[in-house]
């Protein structure tokens, strides 16, 4: 079952070079995800990297697993429906270290910290990712957290709570 998010997905990763450039109607969705998540070279690495700090190694690795539960349970069966935070990632949503410098700065904002001239993730910034997107996780239903990792990045889940938050 194709949809529109992969169509726009297979065209993004044709364009930043993850896939040939063939018409996206010509590229499975096999893969699709092989080139966000699985290939050597691939848009999740590229744009989500693990931080250099071995803090976050386990965390980071968490995120892979849930992300690959999500992409193996659709390929067994494409009437799986695959989480809409997944698909965030894979479309280039979730604030990382290749975002717009805005949307980087005001994240730092968001979360409380201290603009650096830069915008860059520092520690204290996935630090601090991780700290809200643990409370936004601890809010939904056991089976639903069972397969949604607690992550270091920008996830509008993570923005919409800390904007929640800062209007309180």
């Known amino acids: 079952m194709s949809s529109i998010i992969h169509d726009v997905a297979k065209i993004l990763y044709s364009r930043e070079g993850y896939l040939p450039d063939y018409p996206y109607h010509m590229i499975s969705d096999r ?9 050597e070279n691939n848009y999740f690495a590229d744009n989500y990297p693990c931080p250099d700090d071995e803090e976050f190694g386990e965390i980071y690795e968490n995120i892979l697993e849930k992300i690959r539960y999500h992409i193996r349970q659709y390929l067994e069966d494409d009437t799986y ?3 809409n935070w997944l698909y965030s990632y894979m479309l280039g949503g979730v604030i990382g270290i290749n975002s717009d410098e805005r949307d980087r700065r005001d994240y730092i904002e968001l979360l409380g910290l201290p603009s650096n001239p830069t915008n860059e993730f520092t520690e204290e910034v996935y630090r601090e990712s991780y700290s809200m997107s643990e409370d936004v996780i601890s809010k939904l239903p056991a089976d639903v957290a069972k397969y949604r990792p607690i992550t270091i990045f920008g996830e509008p889940d993570v923005v919409k709570q800390l ?5 309180i």
Do not use: G, Q, T, W
């Open 31 to 39: 893969e699709m995800f092989d080139a966000f998540i699985n290939n």
């Open 81 to 83: 429906v695959v989480p």
């Open 163 to 167: 904007k929640i938050y800062r209007a």
